[in-house]
């Protein structure tokens, strides 16, 4: 029996520093934005992720993309 995964739904998230903890480490925090196309293209999600990043007022770490996948026995 082959398994089918089949993309449902993918989201983008902006990762950045928003502070330090009391021992001095970064405090890492996220934006998601759900809704994002399954068919983008990798390289487009960072142009986009990598743009809204430079928007923010807290130094910008990376951008993740999360994709969904239904898994089916066929």
Do not use: H, Q, W, Y
Request: without cysteine; charged residues 25%; positive net charge.
């Amino acid at each position: 029996m082959a398994v089918v995964s089949t993309p449902v739904s993918s989201a983008l998230s902006i990762k950045f520093k928003a502070g330090i903890d009391s021992k001095g480490k970064d405090i890492i925090k996220s934006k998601k934005f759900s809704n994002v196309k399954v068919t983008a293209a990798p390289d487009k999600l960072l142009e986009i992720g990598t743009a809204l990043g430079s928007l923010l007022k807290n130094e910008f770490v990376s951008v993740e993309r999360t994709d969904d996948s239904v898994l089916v026995n066929e």
